[in-house]
Each structure stands twice: as C-alpha cells, then as structure tokens.
C-alpha cells in the first residue's frame, strides 16, 4: 500500500497559486492519485483524480512527473473559501484494501 | 448537492441511549463505508459494505454495528453511548472501480456529543 507525505501546513494569500505536493515513493503500477478538500464539520469532497501527466478540471490541476513518484495539486488563484484540509490518496485495484486511508492531510490557510 | 444523506446533522444524547445514525445514497452504489473524524485529527475507517448482506469492520474498532438491507441505506448503531462514542461519523459509498482508487463522496457527516 502506498504509503503518502504531504507537509502538515501551508499558508497562502488570497489571489495566490497554491500547490501542494504529495510524495509517494512506492506507488503500484495501477493505482491512482485522488485529493479531497475537507473543511471544519462537512465531509470530504472529491476534488480530483489523475493516473499520469496532467488533469485539469474547473476547480484545480493535478500535475504527475513521469515516475509517479509524487503529484501536485493546484488550485489557481485561491480565495479565503479555499481555507480547508486537504488529502492525497493514493490507491488502485490492486491494493486488496477495503477502503484507502486518509492520513492526515494539509491544513491551508489563506489570509486576505 | 449531495448525493449521499447523513442525518441527523448534530445530535447530543445521555450516556446509555441507543442511537443509530442514518445514511442513504440515491446514486446506487454498491459499496459504502462509515468513517469516524475526531476534531483535526484523521478519518478511521470503522464499517464498510460491498453491498446488500455484506457488513465489515474497518481499521478502528468500533463498539458501533451497522446493517445493509437495502442498497441505499447504511444505518449506523450505538447500542450505549459513552462520552468516548463522541466524535464526527462520515458516511461515503463509491463505484465499483473507485472504492480501491479513493474516488468516495461523503456526507456532510453526524456530529455526535454523548454527556
């Protein structure tokens, strides 16, 4: 099971670019990389989910170097409302988990 | 909008209740799961479900039991609440493919305070 590192922190400005890194050094041939945004009481929310290159959808980026070796998630020009946890998962068929694991994310503070 | 319904939202309850949590999906899916969140700190998976019939348990355990009747509802039970049951319970389900990728969509969540 891949196991992931994202740092614990990260602040920010408002109209900023953000990009949070994830490593995951033993990642299978067929998993998967999917980031959540959590905020205070609410569920996470699927933000996006990518396998190799570049995804891009109306609310970030995910960029993948070619190793897979880590992923970034990009959120453009960010307001006050982007202030959440955020989580890297990585994951894919042939894990045999029943569920992934949610470690323990970063905490993005935008200030005015 | 969500797709995936947990009720009730906040619920405070005497130690030595029954309770059940309640969570329901109208998107069809097969596997579902119950989470358990403690302020900033990380989600435990506790309960999840391939499908009609089918119930385990999670990584953390849990005092909690849970049913699948039916494929769009996943109750969570407390037999006796304990100050110790207080915390914030997900409910989430994914597609066939996408419970072993991390594709879920979750619930707002039942924030439960047992005093």
């Known amino acids: 099971l891949a196991k992931t590192t994202q740092p614990i922190s990260m602040d920010s400005y408002e109209g900023q670019e953000v990009n949070i890194t994830c490593s995951h050094n033993?990642?299978?041939?067929?998993?998967?990389i999917t980031w959540y945004q959590q905020f205070p009481s609410q569920g996470p929310r699927f933000i996006i989910q990518?396998?190799?290159t570049k995804v891009t959808n109306e609310v970030a980026s995910l960029f993948i170097p070619a190793d897979r070796k880590s992923s970034t998630l990009s959120l453009p020009r960010v307001s006050l409302s982007d202030t959440a946890v955020y989580y890297c998962l990585v994951g894919g068929m042939d894990t045999g988990r029943r569920a992934l694991t949610f470690g323990s994310g970063t905490r993005l503070q935008v200030q005015p | 909008e969500a797709d995936i319904y947990q009720t009730p939202r906040y619920l405070v309850i005497g130690t030595g209740k029954k309770i059940t949590l309640e969570c329901s999906q109208t998107?069809?899916?097969?596997?579902m799961y119950w989470y358990q969140q403690d302020p900033g700190m990380e989600l435990h998976l506790i309960h999840y479900s391939y499908g009609v019939n089918s119930t385990e348990k999670g990584d953390l355990s849990s005092e909690s039991t849970v049913s699948r009747i039916r494929t769009e509802h996943f109750p969570l039970t407390l037999e006796s609440a304990r100050p110790s049951h207080t915390s914030q319970y997900l409910c989430?389900?994914?597609?066939?493919?996408?419970?072993?990728?991390?594709?879920?969509?979750f619930g707002s969540g039942t924030r439960l305070t047992v005093v």
């Open positions: 998107m069809g899916h097969d596997k």
């Open positions: 033993n990642i299978a041939t067929n998993d998967y």
């Open positions: 989430a389900s994914s597609e066939p493919n996408q419970g072993a990728r991390g594709g879920y969509t």
């Open positions: 990518g396998y190799k």
